[in-house]
């Protein structure tokens, strides 16, 4: 069994490293930074990484991967946990979705894997980020928020693969009941996608809100399926539990806001909802109704924007379509 090193941090058989993983430079010529922790077992076996804000305002995982790495005894590992609890640190620095610095190209740093270094800053620190990748990891999972404290569901990479297959069962050890296989065309350069394309199985977990809808339980989520996660993998000795159904989703989209106006929602999360069906009413400052929203679709409500105001092309909802 050989030592672990990601960037700075360093970690010996049975034991656990704080470090940081240079993937940019700033205006000023100092290295973008992003804290890196490993956990590194007695023992051959898997290695998982787990990142959280890609997106600097999405909190929970980054919670969740620190509660994980307080927990874990690397004595009993077989294998090593990976965690990168503020992956986009550009981003989470200024709680934001997106980094300040991203002034060129696509903003969204999970909308451009695997990068290039001849890139915008983005691209940059996404290539830096997935050779990291591609070179330590077995298995990935990367933690999102959607726009409410009670989200909760996953999603892989659909091609019919091995990675898909396994990915599928990563999803399930997760232990969230709402599954989506995903072929959706936006999140081809996502870096789930991405890594599963290099062989390396993983799935994006949707635990929680953004901001302040950072909640106990939501991250309570995060680290009992890490932690299940990791049994399923044998990094821990203890049986994975899996649930006794899940809802597997034949499709998923972001339902935008056709107009904009005091945003009154008629239906919440996990409703399941009619094609047509009126689930928001939408008004203007003069208390005057416009237009109802209707659903595209038969299937399942995943999130609401819980704002009280929308502009039109806000994401109001989204909604998955179950098999």
């Known amino acids: 069994m050989e030592k672990m090193q990601i960037g700075s941090a360093v970690a010996e058989p ?3 490293a704080n470090g940081y993983l240079d993937i940019a430079s700033y205006n000023d010529g100092l290295p973008v930074q992003t804290p890196v922790i490993i956990v590194h077992g007695t023992k051959p076996g898997p290695k998982l990484w787990a990142q959280g804000c890609i997106h600097g305002d999405e909190f929970c995982g980054t919670l969740g991967i620190l509660k994980v790495c307080r927990e874990l005894d690397p004595a009993k590992m077989a294998g090593s946990f990976i965690g990168l609890p503020a992956l986009n640190i550009t981003a989470f620095r200024s709680s934001q979705r997106f ?3 991203s002034y060129f190209g696509v903003p969204d740093l999970n909308r451009v894997f695997p990068g290039k270094l001849d890139g915008n800053i983005n691209e940059i620190m996404a290539s830096n980020i997935f050779k990291t990748v591609q070179e330590n990891a077995d298995f990935m999972i990367d933690f999102h928020c959607g726009h409410n404290a009670e989200t909760r569901w996953t999603l892989f990479n659909e091609d019919g693969s091995v990675e898909a297959k396994r990915s ?3 999803a399930k050890a997760f232990g969230i009941e709402i599954i989506y296989p995903c072929d959706y065309p936006v999140l ?4 789930f996608t991405q890594a599963s394309n290099k062989g390396i199985p993983g799935i994006i977990v949707e635990s929680g809100g953004g901001g302040d809808l950072a909640t106990e339980e939501a991250v ?5 399926g890490l932690t299940n996660m990791l049994k399923y993998l ?5 049986p994975c539990e899996f649930k006794d159904k899940y809802i597997v989703l ?8 056709p107009h904009g106006g005091r945003f009154a929602p008629t239906v919440k999360i996990n409703d399941i909802i009619e094609k047509d069906q009126i689930i928001a009413r939408v008004y203007t400052l003069f208390d005057e109704e416009l237009d109802p929203i209707r659903s595209p679709l038969d299937g399942l ?3 609401v924007n819980k704002k009280p105001f929308v502009s039109a092309g806000d994401s109001i909802f989204q909604m998955g379509t179950p098999s």
């Open 188 to 191: 081809q350069n996502a870096m």
């Open 220 to 224: 309570n989520t995060v680290a009992e």
């Open 168 to 170: 599928m069962e990563l």
């Open 250 to 257: 034949k499709a998923w989209d972001w339902m935008l806001a």
């Open 234 to 238: 044998d990094v821990l000795e203890d």
């Open 14 to 16: 049975g034991s656990r």
């Open 301 to 303: 409500v995943l999130t």
């Open 99 to 101: 980094s300040p610095y």
